[in-house]
């Protein structure tokens, strides 16, 4: 007999619990449907203690938990559902209705001043392999008058990498042994781990466990995901006026390479998000980060091959607000530019020579941007150019790199 239930549901995710009393180590497949149509689908295998605790299911995690990769709307109404893949059966307390919230048609919140109300600054998320070209484009974001960034090159001021840790720590299911135990806090003022208090014999204090689930996978992740976009929010707004930039509706920053719980957590907070992904040749990258960082070949290889195949993903799944631009056309000419500024509804230039003549020089390490371009046919031997064609071939082509 199947049991099951949706303690969340939001704009932005859905949570609870699904188990087949038959078989019990099963993890049952479920899809989400959001106004009649399938907007995503998970698999309930999630620790869920509480529902081990049953006896009735087993020792397997029973839980689930999907973060939609765009958030719904929230100025219209949307019917939402979960249910079981096999059979399209509702789970318990899996049909919803999501009314329009009426405070999405107020005005911005620049204009509504007021204390402690920051812009509605929207982000500019720039995701890239190390060495893709990511501090060039955001000195050429920088300049905008639309966009504001804090400008220490090469750009390392990362708030919404560090919030998004902040946000993975704090939203976390419990785990007593690998993280934070409640005797362990005292006397330690920095390492705060998951919550102890939602799992283990510190979860009894609720009778219905399902009410601390609901707490911890909805209500939680809702305000402290609000109160984290306020903060960053309110830097940027506090920085634009430091700048001097009063027309800023953008704010920019790098991603930490392409570190997908950033990704997921820019657009689980900030609705309307943008992002841009930078490719390289990554032969050129190869290169440039043994130059620069030192890097054995073995070490640059594996990071730039796991990079290739998120990038490949990352294109796969994109939709309208992932933009991808490569590295050769952002050095090359002003036709790149005026496909970002479409995308970004801000006006986005090539940064001025002088200017990118300084910053390349304290950066790079080749002579030139053009020279740059193509310094694998000099710099690799015959058999690691094998060897990255062989590894890279479906990047290269995806991206119309030529292979030889």
């Not at 449907?33 to 397997?60: K, Q, S, W, Y």
């Not at 007021?114 to 929207?122: D, I, N, V, Y």
């Not at 484009?137 to 990362?158: D, G, N, T």
């Not at 705060?192 to 979860?203: H, K, L």
């Amino acid at each position: 007999m199947r049991g099951g239930h949706v303690d969340a549901v939001s704009r932005t995710h859905v949570a609870g619990w699904a188990a087949d009393s038959e078989q019990p180590d099963r993890a049952l497949e479920l899809c989400v449907l959001v106004d009649g149509r399938e907007h995503g689908r998970m698999t309930a295998n999630l620790p869920r203690r509480d529902i081990t605790a049953l006896g009735r299911f087993g020792t397997a995690g029973h839980g689930f938990h999907l973060v939609f990769p765009t958030p719904l709307t929230a100025i219209a109404e949307h019917r939402l559902s979960v249910r079981y893949a096999d059979t399209m059966a509702a789970l318990p307390n899996g049909e919803r209705v999501l009314t329009p919230d009426l405070k999405a048609d107020a005005p911005p919140a620049q204009d509504r001043a007021g204390p402690g109300m920051a812009p509605q600054l929207t982000p500019i998320l720039v995701s890239a392999p190390g060495r893709s070209g990511t501090t060039y484009l955001m000195s050429c974001l920088a300049a905008s008058p639309q966009i504001v960034a804090a400008e220490l090159i090469p750009y390392e001021v990362r708030l919404l990498s560090y919030y998004a840790s902040v946000f993975d720590v704090l939203t976390a299911p419990a785990d007593l042994e690998r993280s934070t135990h409640p005797d362990r806090l005292e006397g330690d003022g920095f390492h705060i781990g998951f919550n102890p208090f939602t799992a283990g014999q510190y979860a009894q204090a609720f009778r219905d466990q399902s009410v601390l689930a609901s707490f911890q996978s909805s209500w939680v992740p809702e305000r402290l995901g609000s109160a984290l976009a306020e903060t960053v929010r309110e830097y940027y707004a506090r920085l634009a006026a430091d700048q001097g930039k009063p027309a800023v509706r953008l704010f920019a920053e790098k991603n930490n390479n392409v570190n997908e719980p950033t990704r997921a957590f820019v657009r689980r907070t900030f609705p309307g998000m943008r992002e841009i992904a930078i490719t390289r040749d990554p032969r050129d990258v190869l290169c440039s980060q043994m130059a620069y960082f030192s890097s054995s070949q073995d070490t640059a290889f594996q990071h730039i091959s796991g990079s290739c195949r998120q990038l490949l993903m990352m294109h796969e799944a994109a939709g309208e607000d992932l933009c991808f631009v490569r590295y050769e056309d952002l050095v090359g000419g002003t036709a790149a530019f005026e496909t970002l500024s479409a995308f970004l509804g801000a006006t986005v230039k090539p940064a001025q020579a002088q200017a990118n003549e300084a910053t390349f020089a304290r950066h790079a390490t080749s002579e030139s941007p053009q020279a740059s371009i193509g310094r694998w046919r000099r710099d690799l031997p015959h058999a690691l150019r094998a060897q990255t064609a062989t590894a890279w071939g479906p990047f290269l082509e995806r991206f119309g790199y030529r292979q030889a």
